[in-house]
Each structure stands twice: as C-alpha cells, then as structure tokens.
C-alpha cells in the first residue's frame, strides 16, 4: 500500500519496481485453485492476474521521452564495448565488494 498508492498517483511515465508485480503473480498462481469445487475453470483467478499484466503492460507502453546527452552517451558507449572475461568480472567484484571471511 505505500508503494502502491504514491505510483498510481505518478504520471507517467514511470518505471515501477517488478519485483512487486512478481509477488503479486506469485501470490495468485499458488494461493488460488485453478479449478473450482465445481470441477469448473476458476475465471476470477485468471482475471485477477490478467489485472496484473494489464498494469505492467501500461508502463511499458509510455513512451520515454529521453533527450540523448553526449558526454553520457560517449560513456555508455565506450564502457559497453569493454569485454571482460569472468574472472576478470569476478575480480572486479571482490574489488568492489570484498568477500566477508567466515
């Protein structure tokens, strides 16, 4: 609810955190039956996490206005055609942030 409600005063665009609409799907795949007592195809189930998907896709379909900054671009640029095996990411990493001795 405090996330909630101070996004959906938001205009967009916007970029929310997807880890709460992953809760949210998570929650309702495994706390709702797929089927009713009845044997039946449990709708409400499924339109509650059609909810879910409609407000994501909502977010994604604002289009972000971004205007292009060279110095910031040339960055990005320069530091994304940077290969770097696995070790030496892994130690980059530890540099970074140095392994806690048990």
């Given amino acids: 609810k405090s996330y909630r409600e101070p996004l959906h005063a938001r ?3 916007i ?3 997807i880890g709460v609409y992953l809760s949210d799907l998570t929650f309702l ?3 709702n039956k797929d089927f009713t007592s009845g044997d039946q195809v449990n709708f409400h189930k499924r339109i509650m ?3 879910v998907i409609k407000e994501i ?3 994604q379909q604002m289009p972000y206005n971004i205007e292009e900054i060279e110095s910031i ?3 990005v640029d320069e530091t994304m055609t940077m290969s770097l ?3 030496q990411l892994y130690d ?9 001795q048990s």
Avoid at 92 to 100: D, G, I, L, M, W
């Fill in 11 to 13: 205009t967009p665009p």
């Fill in 49 to 51: 996490i059609s909810n």
């Fill in 73 to 75: 671009q040339r960055y």
């Fill in 85 to 87: 095996d696995d070790n």
């Fill in 29 to 31: 795949e495994d706390g």
């Fill in 15 to 17: 970029i929310p955190y």
């Fill in 92 to 100: 980059y990493s530890v540099k970074c942030e140095p392994r806690q």
């Fill in 57 to 59: 896709k909502t977010y």
